[in-house]
């Protein structure tokens, strides 16, 4: 069955740097763009990030403005892996991240959470000094 399991999650202080990982199986991860999200006490989820199937070797990636030039997202179709490198993390940056597999058809920015089937079950960051 689909399966996402996010890991890498932790305690950081401001400006430090942590990387998620989200491992896939059940699935070809080379067909699906996968997002990341996160969810704050008290917040909605948002959407932080998302990576599109791969064409080729290029796979096109959109930020909210809010990580823009801080995180990056990335994917190792052999590792079955996608991966978001947070850094100059932000306290404001705490929250519960969260992976997901976006349904087929669906193709620009990072969209709403209903465009995604599967989630993982979550990996908490903090960030505080």
């Known amino acids: 069955q689909v399966q996402l399991v996010e890991s890498g999650g932790g305690l950081v202080q401001p400006g430090g740097s942590l990387r998620l990982s989200c491992a896939a199986s059940?699935?070809?991860?080379?067909?699906?763009?996968i997002g990341w999200f996160r969810q704050a006490p008290g917040k909605e989820r948002e959407g932080v990030s998302c990576i599109s199937s791969s064409e080729g070797s290029y796979s096109r990636t959109y930020y909210a403005d809010s990580v823009k030039g801080r995180f990056t997202i990335s994917r190792d179709n052999a590792k079955k892996t996608v991966y978001l490198q947070m850094n100059s993390l932000k306290p404001e940056d705490t929250a519960v991240y969260y992976c997901?597999?976006?349904?087929?058809?669906?193709?620009?920015?990072?969209?709403?959470?209903?465009?995604?089937?599967?989630w993982g079950q979550g990996t908490q960051v903090t960030v505080s000094s």
């Open positions: 997901a597999r976006r349904k087929l058809g669906y193709v620009s920015l990072i969209g709403a959470p209903y465009e995604y089937d599967y």
């Open positions: 059940g699935f070809t991860l080379d067909y699906y763009a």
